[in-house]
């Protein structure tokens, strides 16, 4: 085994890019602050629409609130019905993080599908030339 002496670990701690980890604490940090806010408007809907009792709607909003998706669209309708948004306010407040997703999903698709362009292309120019 080798030993590695502090001076081979922080060279190794300078290479690593930073900027990586930082972006991703930040998108954690912002999910969890949208999961807590959502939280409050799923509860709320919950105890208005099914008036649950409060230990059946905390753990139930709690668990909404994480679940992707199913958290932003609950209190889509917490926000519009209880509190009384408006319907594009709730929308631009509870799905902005999926534009970033979307993006990044339609981008890869985009390379992609150029890549195999570009392979299926070659590859008749192949057939082709050896005709």
């Known amino acids: 085994m080798e030993d590695f002496s502090e001076e081979d670990i922080e060279q190794v701690e300078e290479e690593r890019p930073k900027w990586k980890t930082r972006l991703g604490c930040l998108w954690i940090v912002a999910y969890l602050c949208m999961a807590i806010f959502e939280i409050f408007a799923i509860y709320d809907w919950l105890e208005w629409k099914y008036e649950l009792n409060t230990f059946l709607s905390v753990i139930a909003s709690v668990v909404a609130g994480f679940t992707p998706g199913l958290g932003s669209l609950l209190a889509y309708f917490g926000a519009t019905e209880v509190w009384g948004w408006e319907s594009l306010s709730a929308v631009v407040v509870f799905f902005w993080y ?4 979307v993006l990044v999903s339609l981008l890869s698709a985009m390379l992609v599908a150029y890549t195999l ?8 120019k192949a057939m082709l030339d050896n005709k």
Do not use: K, N, Q, S
Request: glycine share 8%; no cysteine.
């Open 117 to 124: 362009a570009l392979f299926v292309v070659g590859r008749m």
């Open 98 to 101: 999926y534009i970033p997703i």
